[in-house]
Each structure stands twice: as structure tokens, then as C-alpha cells.
């Protein structure tokens, strides 16, 4: 089955700084990768997808993510936080016609 | 509906009791999974439907959860004789087509055993 890694139980950053939110999966097929972000008392929210095509992925509020098939990874970045970036960060696999699985999840807090 | 739609939002159940979960879907989405969250964790998978089949129920933690779709729109998941452990937050989500379309999320059963 597939699976996903987030090295990183935090990351801090100052704002205005750029971020990385790291990512690497696993799957035996072509992968469908995904971020998820959740705000306290929220539901988790989609971000961006890479399917096929470029690697570099924009999606949601700036943030874009790099698919790098070699090393398999997907890693989230945004060139300049925010303050109101700081939620938990989910990186999920899916491949093909299977169950889409989630990573154990990154804190991102933005300092002002 | 507009989104993925979870009842009860919050549900406390004594140890031993039945409880059943519910999840809408947003209409004519083909897959529906079912996911447990843990508190700052991220979700652990439970089971997958691709319209009423259940395609994997490989995350589903005991004999004592059983999920279903039948008519491939609404899912209930229900927990058999709930244990402490069972506590956490339940989350459904949908997605349009089978494999490369994002998930929409519900917000989710707040489930307490006490």
C-alpha cells in the first residue's frame, strides 16, 4: 500500500521568511499527491495536487509544491509566510483506483 | 449539498454502548473514505467506498467497526460496543472521481467514551 512521510513534527519560521513543509511518499503505481491544511476547529482544507505535468504545482493563499520523482518527494513551499499560515500541514498519497493515505502531519508556526 | 456533511457533531457514548456515525457526501462524488483522527495527529485510514462498494476496509481497527454505503451515497460507520480507545474524531470525506480529484472533507464526529 502507499504511504507518506513527514519528517518534520514543526517547523518554525520568522514571517516574511519562505518555508518548507517536507513531504516524501511511497507507491507502486504513478502517485496522485495532495496537501491538506487544518486550522484549529476546521476541517481539513485542500491546497494543491499534482497529478501529471509540470512539477511545480501553485495552489491556495501562494503556496506551491515541487514533485520530484527521483526522490520521491513533494515538499510544500510558500516565498514569504504569513502569520496566519501557522495550522497543521497534511501531505496525502493516492494511487490510481486505490484509498488515499495521509501523512502523520507538520506544524507550521509563522513568528511575527 | 454544498459539502461533505457529518452528524452527530459531537457524540459522547458510554463504554459498551452502540453508535452510529453518518456521512453525506456531496452529491454524485464516487468515493467516500472514512478516516480516524487522533488529537494533533494526522487522519489514520478506515475504510474506502468507490460508490457502494467497499473496496478496502484494511484500516478498520476491530470487528467491531462496520461501515457501509448501500445505495452508494450516504455511509454510516458504526461502532460496536465502544471501548475508551475508540475515542477521537471520525472524519468522512468525498471525491469526485476515482483516483485524481482532491477530497472534500466534513468536519468531522467528535467521538467520547466515557
Known amino acids: 500500500a502507499q504511504s507518506v512521510a513527514q519528517p518534520e513534527d514543526q517547523v518554525n519560521v520568522a514571517e516574511g521568511n519562505p518555508l518548507t513543509v517536507k513531504c516524501t511518499y511511497s507507491v507502486s503505481g504513478n502517485p496522485y499527491l495532495f496537501w491538506y491544511v487544518q486550522y484549529p476547529n476546521r476541517g481539513l482544507q485542500f491546497l494543491l495536487k499534482?497529478?501529471?505535468?509540470?512539477?511545480l504545482v501553485k495552489g491556495s493563499y501562494g503556496f506551491e509544491a515541487e514533485f520530484n520523482k527521483s526522490q520521491t518527494s513533494f515538499h510544500l513551499k510558500k516565498p514569504s509566510a504569513l502569520v496566519s499560515d501557522s495550522a497543521l500541514y497534511f501531505c496525502?498519497?493516492?494511487?490510481?483506483?486505490?484509498?488515499?493515505?495521509f501523512g502523520a502531519g507538520t506544524r507550521l508556526t509563522v513568528k511575527p | 449539498g454544498a459539502g461533505v456533511s457529518q452528524s452527530p457533531r459531537y457524540k459522547v457514548a458510554k463504554r459498551g454502548q452502540d453508535v452510529a456515525l453518518r456521512c453525506d457526501p456531496i452529491?454524485?462524488?464516487?468515493?467516500l473514505f472514512w478516516y480516524q483522527q487522533a488529537l494533533g495527529q494526522g487522519p489514520e485510514f478506515l475504510t474506502y467506498?468507490?460508490?457502494?462498494?467497499?473496496?478496502?476496509k484494511s484500516g478498520l481497527p476491530s470487528d467491531r467497526f462496520f461501515a457501509e454505503r448501500p445505495e452508494g451515497s450516504v455511509s454510516t460507520l458504526k461502532i460496536q460496543r465502544t471501548q475508551q480507545e475508540d475515542s477521537a474524531v471520525y472524519l468522512c470525506a468525498s471525491t469526485l472521481r476515482i483516483s485524481d480529484t482532491e477530497a472534500f472533507f466534513g468536519q468531522g464526529t467528535r467521538l467520547t467514551v466515557v
Open positions: 452529491s454524485g462524488h464516487v468515493s
Open positions: 467506498f468507490q460508490n457502494e462498494a467497499q473496496l478496502d
Open positions: 499534482y497529478i501529471t505535468g509540470d512539477n
Open positions: 496525502a498519497v493516492r494511487d490510481g483506483r486505490n484509498d488515499m493515505r
